[in-house]
């Protein structure tokens, strides 16, 4: 299984084969609260790196998510959309609570996105 990378706006990306499953970091989810709404992006669409791409609502805020990287959504996890889903973003936001899958346009990019251990520094500040 490949190696996560985080982006600094909490969103992390397991990359293989030209494509990127992309979701939010226990950090993220943390903060959040309980997700009660996920509006997922449509298939197909384009987005830049630091694009905003679909939203998540709390019980505290909706907070936009961004794209960690360039590229086309190709799918999305359908299972969110179910009564009851999002709680899979809040019982494992690394693995079954995973967002979209994006069709890497620029997989340089991923040299940019932080290790897990250098986005344990990013969030303790050093």
Same mark, same amino acid.
């Given at each position: 299984?490949?190696? /996560?990378? !985080?982006s600094?706006?909490?969103?992390?990306?397991? %990359?293989?084969?030209?494509?990127?499953v992309? *979701?939010?970091?226990?950090?993220?989810? &943390?903060?959040?609260? +309980?997700?009660?709404?996920?509006?997922?992006?449509?298939?197909g669409?384009?987005?830049a790196?630091?694009? @905003?791409?679909? @939203?998540?609502?709390?019980?505290?805020?909706? &907070?936009?998510? !961004? %794209?960690? #990287?360039?590229?086309?959504?190709?799918?999305?996890?359908?299972? #969110?959309? +179910? +009564?009851?889903?999002?709680?899979?973003?809040? &019982?494992?936001?690394? *693995?079954?609570?995973?967002?979209?899958?994006?069709?890497? +346009?620029?997989?340089?990019?991923? %040299? *940019? /996105? /932080?290790? %897990?251990?250098? !986005?344990?520094?990013?969030l @303790?500040? *050093?």
């Amino acid at each position: 299984m490949a190696e /996560l990378k !985080y982006s600094r706006d909490h969103q992390w990306v397991r %990359a293989a084969d030209g494509r990127a499953v992309v *979701g939010i970091s226990e950090f993220a989810r &943390s903060e959040l609260g +309980e997700i009660s709404f996920v509006e997922l992006p449509p298939l197909g669409r384009r987005c830049a790196q630091g694009e @905003a791409v679909c @939203a998540l609502d709390s019980l505290k805020s909706t &907070s936009e998510i !961004y %794209a960690p #990287l360039t590229g086309r959504v190709v799918a999305v996890n359908e299972r #969110l959309r +179910e +009564e009851g889903g999002c709680a899979r973003i809040d &019982s494992d936001p690394l *693995g079954e609570g995973w967002l979209f899958v994006l069709e890497l +346009e620029r997989p340089a990019e991923l %040299a *940019g /996105l /932080l290790s %897990a251990e250098e !986005y344990e520094r990013f969030l @303790a500040g *050093g």
